[in-house]
């Protein structure tokens, strides 16, 4: 018995140094990683994380690439009706801007560890969530306007504090990001100001619009702070710099000046300056619709998912293509 005794209590000895070893490492990591966030500096791919950070990246990062992928669906619908060429190909080019914002918040997730198939394959599955804005139709060329002002606006509003995100590879893509979506809300911003100026039909479409997004562009900033899990601990960890409420409010405050210009309207009565505060407030908004948009249950859920599962099956042939090419360079790198 104390033959077979000895050798397991070695290497229970053995896998305990392990254990300390393995320990002091997280110890000394965490201190570090500490530092970092104290001193509101970056933390990079091989640096050492705590996995709740990891995993809050992870699920932030891939929800929001999910959501520039998503969102290229509702402005596609209308290239082939855009009314002119010249529209056409800014609209092209915005949604090419779109894919390519998904592409560097994809490269930038991987560097957390996670394959990309893998975040398709939860998106496909209807585990990983996205946007709720991209659940919402769009019935007429003056949404192309709304998406780019109202929608564009949110994204710029939450994603350019995103900039000094604590993660170095999130923070680099939402600078180049947040260039290119300026540009698209100003595109937006030109629709509108041109319907609102043209026949009483057009600034009424450009109205109806403004409508129709106004209230989900709110929503998308998320729940408000008191229903939002995530955003204390976001914070502290300077991923996320201010709170749900605290961009809406922001936003709303552009908006109400914007809109001015615009010579049309923001479908809430009860949008005031609060002196005391400081601050613009909006009236209720319908969460309900938000949990429903979230469960899958919104307007276009099931439409934008069926899209997605049919790009992706008809893009195998892609997939394979370029796998195939890198192992033909790799071979060939490899003989030389
Ligand atoms: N839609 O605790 P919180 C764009 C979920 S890109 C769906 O407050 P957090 C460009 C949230 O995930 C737009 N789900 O969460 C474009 C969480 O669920 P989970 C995308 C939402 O993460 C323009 C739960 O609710 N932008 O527009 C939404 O601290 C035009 C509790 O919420 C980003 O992704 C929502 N709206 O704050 C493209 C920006 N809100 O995961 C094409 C980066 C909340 O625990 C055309 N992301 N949820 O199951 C963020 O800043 C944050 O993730 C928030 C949510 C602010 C979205």
């Known amino acids: 018995?104390?033959?077979?005794?000895?050798?397991?209590?070695?290497?229970?000895?053995?896998?305990?140094?392990?254990?300390?070893?393995?320990?002091?490492?997280?110890?000394?990591?965490?201190?570090?990683?500490?530092?970092?966030i104290a001193q509101d500096s970056r933390v990079e791919p091989r640096d050492w994380m705590p996995a709740g950070y990891r995993k809050t990246l992870l699920r932030q990062i891939s929800q929001h690439a999910?959501?520039?992928?998503?969102?290229?669906?509702?402005?596609?619908?209308?290239?082939?009706?855009?009314?002119?060429?010249?529209r056409k190909a800014i609209l092209i080019a915005k949604v090419?801007?779109?894919?390519?914002?998904?592409?560097?918040?994809?490269?930038a997730a991987e560097t957390l560890g996670q394959?990309?198939?893998?975040?398709?394959?939860?998106l496909l599955a209807g585990k990983a969530r996205y946007s709720s804005i991209f659940n919402y139709p769009a019935r007429t060329w003056a949404d192309m306007g709304a998406i780019g002002w109202l929608v564009d606006g949110a994204a710029i509003c939450n994603q350019v504090p995103l900039c000094r995100a604590s993660y170095g590879p999130y923070g680099r893509a939402?600078?180049?990001?947040?260039?290119?979506?300026?540009f698209h809300q100003r595109q937006g911003f030109e629709i509108l100001l041109e319907l609102s100026n043209g026949t009483p039909a057009q600034k009424q479409m450009a109205q109806d619009a403004v409508n129709r997004w106004y209230a989900p562009a709110l929503m998308m900033f998320g729940p408000p702070d008191d229903e939002s899990p995530n955003s204390k601990q976001s914070m502290a960890w300077n991923i996320k710099r201010f709170s749900n409420?605290?961009?809406?409010?922001?936003?709303?405050?552009?908006?109400?000046?914007?809109?001015?210009?615009?010579?049309?309207?923001?479908?809430?009565?009860?949008?005031?300056?609060?002196?005391?505060?400081?601050?613009?407030?909006?009236?209720?908004?319908?969460?309900?619709?938000?949990?429903?948009?979230?469960a899958g249950r919104g307007p276009c859920n099931a439409q934008r998912m069926e899209r997605r599962r049919e790009a992706h099956e008809n893009g195998a042939w892609v997939r394979e293509a370029a796998a195939a090419y890198a192992a033909k360079r790799a071979a060939k790198e490899h003989a030389a």
Not at 5 to 33: I, N
Not at 174 to 182: A, D, L, N, P, Y
Not at 246 to 263: S, Y
Not at 265 to 276: G, H, K, Q, S, V
């Open 1 to 36: 018995m104390s033959e077979h005794a000895a050798p397991d209590l070695r290497r229970v000895g053995e896998d305990a140094s392990v254990d300390d070893a393995q320990a002091q490492h997280d110890a000394e990591g965490l201190a570090a990683f500490e530092q970092i």
């Open 245 to 294: 409420d605290e961009l809406r409010r922001r936003f709303l405050g552009m908006m109400v000046e914007q809109a001015k210009v615009l010579g049309l309207t923001l479908p809430d009565e009860n949008i005031r300056y609060n002196e005391a505060e400081g601050h613009w407030e909006h009236g209720p908004l319908d969460w309900d619709e938000f949990a429903e948009v979230l």
């Open 115 to 122: 394959n990309r198939d893998r975040m398709m394959d939860d």
């Open 174 to 182: 939402m600078v180049r990001i947040c260039k290119e979506e300026s």
């Open 66 to 86: 999910h959501s520039e992928i998503i969102g290229m669906q509702p402005e596609a619908n209308w290239i082939t009706r855009a009314p002119s060429l010249k």
């Open 96 to 107: 090419q801007d779109e894919a390519g914002h998904g592409l560097y918040l994809y490269s």
